[in-house]
């Protein structure tokens, strides 16, 4: 791990948008998202795509050479082709500088930096399609497939807390009773949702009923699944 390091300023990344650039011959993409900047390795883990010259959707990066997909906030392996994370760095802002403080391996959280700016995005409220944005960063270890695409969040309420904030009620699944990933799912499940804007006490409460059933998928994890 180094120290943080002047890397770019915020206003060369375009709101929902990205930049690539070269620290010390690494290449590194930064990203400005609904008013967050983040950092991950220019490199997909399937085999050296550019991740930089991907499209965006949300906080997903798709490669361009064979449509893996990443987390921009942490860098984790959100479909397959890849299955390994790739590097994401901690960012700092201060004023129109951003900062990255670089590291070697794959973590499954970094830190991301808020930046109090008039990104679009940032200024819209909590509603239900945010939560949902924010626990498709939680991915399914054995499937490899996102919480939301394989049908495992039921509903999402979102009632008015303390201190302006925003309380969020869920009711997930698992695609089975004994899934020994069920508590690393609830966990990730609260955490990504705390982690938005305004949002004050996250409940998550698995059901079984009505239980999982394969049909419950998007498409888009029908055939990340090879499944049709
Ligand atoms: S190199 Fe990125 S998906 Fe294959």
Redesign the pocket.
Known sequence: MSDYVPVAKLSEIPPQGKKTIEVDGRFVVLFRIDGQVSCIDDV?T????TLGDGELENFAIA?P????KFDVRNGQALTM??TEATVAHDVKVEGDQVFVRFFDEPRKTAEVARVANSDSASASPLCEEKIREALKSVIDPELFVNIVDLGLIYNVDLIPGENDKTNVNIEMTMTSPMCPAGPQLVGGSRKAVEELPGVGVVDVKVVMDPPWSPDKMTEEARDQLGIF
């Open positions: 997909c399937h085999d050296g795509g490669c050479r064979h449509g893996a082709p890849a």
